[in-house]
């Protein structure tokens, strides 16, 4: 006799962002089919006894294989970079298809469409980054790409080729309002960063530590702040990226008081880093943690795990940007030294994320397993329209699931899958670790990597489910 389930994930306990639960997992053609005890025998069986399982994570925020400027390149393309993911429990990645200036979006997706086809391990899809808001994308190609399934996209405040002013922010967000997509926005104030940067550089202040110098919180305030007013004029909702401290969560707390939609995302190095990590004197070593906004103090570490406690964060990404310390095309670009405004932002995370939070926010009480699950997982898969598909364990999702494994364990890059020469969190001890990560119902990740390249499919995203049902016209 056939049997009912191609696999049953035995005795788990199942974690959502709403309960948690003990009960056997039935999968059929990578869907999840039944829940409930004792279910019948599957064609094949894991036992989760004892062990916790979660829906797969979804990294909203990382950065793989995406065109840089001069001769950096990034390490992770869509094979290495989702190899990383599967391993650290992440079975949906969403990066960026960006715009160059003087060029189309819809040719930036289509190149990057080609370059993800055929490698990626898991699931994907993709935001988009409008750096060039010309009137024929943003009433031609934006429309069309939202329709399409690409719902979100990036703006930049700062970064000289791809910051959009206070006007073209606002047009880009009508398309959002219009067209039921939503706008994450990367909040620092540029002018700012440039007169502070040139002060630092006049000075001969030019180590990666003075990169934090030149990016107070005040210029991530401000921006926060003026991303909010931008929003609510065109009365639309936001989502601010990356948020690093207490300046700017007391913005978005303020917005929120007043009833605005301005949703928040934070990631493992505002938790974990501090501007210490940058250097403390003008080695080069602390290249390795130059991201944007930079990393703040423990202070405001302790302000972030609060928002992430108390429903302020709705999406906890890597924004993991993956540059390798040695050779010529990372922080070392021609493998060279150079001042701390030119060293390539950002820094891996995309296979900790999860074990990092997992360790550091459950296990030592800090968050529930529930809220671990909504901000990993949930909540994501929720703002960018692909829940409840992905990012929970429901009848009809998508088999995406870790089993977790407790237990002390040394990270170490060397164990890890990117691309990277380092990772930022070298020597720290994990209290927990995915032991095996299922995508649609196949093993790819038990201690083995199980390579599937082109197994991972390109997801069009839904209505971002933080919207409101419908958008009137814009006013
Ligand atoms: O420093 C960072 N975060 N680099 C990645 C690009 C971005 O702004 O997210
Ligand atoms: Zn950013
Ligand atoms: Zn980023």
């Not at 898991?122 to 988009?128: I, R």
């Not at 004029?233 to 601010?240: F, S």
Request: contains cysteine; proline residues 6%; hydrophobic residues 40%.
């Amino acid at each position: 006799m056939n049997a009912l389930f191609d696999l049953v994930v035995r005795n788990a306990r199942v974690a959502t962002a709403s309960d948690c639960f003990d009960a056997d997992i039935g999968i059929v053609g990578g869907r999840i089919t039944q829940l409930g005890k004792q279910l019948p025998a599957g064609q094949r069986e894991i036992d989760a006894l004892g062990r916790v399982v979660t829906p797969g994570g979804v990294d909203a925020h990382c950065h793989l294989d995406e065109i840089t400027s001069g001769p950096v390149r990034m390490a992770d393309d869509f094979d290495t970079g989702s190899r990383a993911a599967a391993c650290g429990g992440t079975t949906t990645m969403i990066p960026f298809a960006a715009q160059l200036r003087g060029h189309s979006l819809a040719e930036a997706v289509n190149a990057y469409r080609a370059r993800a086809a055929h490698k990626a391990h898991v699931d994907y899809a993709f935001h988009l980054i409008v750096t060039d808001p010309t009137p024929d994308v943003l009433s031609h190609e934006l429309p069309a790409l939202i329709a399409e399934g690409f719902t979100s996209f990036k703006i930049y405040m700062t970064y000289d080729d791809m910051k959009l002013g206070d006007g073209q922010i606002l047009d880009v967000l009508s398309v959002a309002r219009q067209h039921g997509a939503l706008a994450m926005l990367h909040a620092e104030n540029a002018d700012c960063i440039q007169w502070l940067t040139r002060r630092l550089l006049d000075a001969g202040q030019t180590a990666p530590r003075f990169h934090a110098q030149s990016r107070p919180m005040l210029v991530e305030r401000e921006a926060t702040h003026r991303a909010i007013a931008l929003a609510e004029l065109v009365d639309t909702p936001i989502l601010i990226v990356h948020v690093s401290g207490r300046e700017a969560i007391e913005q978005i707390r303020w917005a929120r008081a007043l009833g605005l939609k301005v949703f928040a995302e934070t990631c493992p190095q505002y938790l974990f880093l501090t501007a210490e990590d940058l250097g403390l004197d003008d080695s080069y070593h602390g290249a390795r943690c130059v991201c944007s906004p930079p990393p703040r103090d423990r202070a405001n570490q302790e302000v972030v795990w609060n928002g992430l406690a108390d429903g302020l964060f709705s999406v906890f990404s890597s924004d993991h940007a993956p540059f390798r310390m040695d050779g010529m095309q990372g922080k070392r670009p021609e493998g060279c030294e150079v001042s701390f405004d030119h060293i390539p932002n950002g820094i891996p995370g995309i296979e900790t994320r999860m074990p990092l939070l997992y360790s550091e926010g459950v296990l030592k009480g800090r968050i529930t397993l529930e809220r671990f699950v909504e901000l990993t997982a949930t909540g994501p898969a929720k703002a960018y329209g692909l829940h409840p598909r992905k990012g929970t364990i429901a009848i009809g999702s998508d088999a995406d699931l870790v089993i977790w494994q407790e237990g002390e364990r040394v990270l170490r890059n060397a164990d890890l899958h990117h691309n990277v020469d380092y990772t930022p969190y070298e020597g720290k001890t994990l209290h927990a670790w995915p032991a095996l990560t299922l995508s649609r119902g196949e093993v790819i990740w038990d201690g083995q990597f199980h390579a599937r390249p082109g197994h991972g499919q390109l997801l069009a995203c839904g209505r971002p489910s933080l919207l409101p049902a419908a958008q009137a016209r814009c006013p």
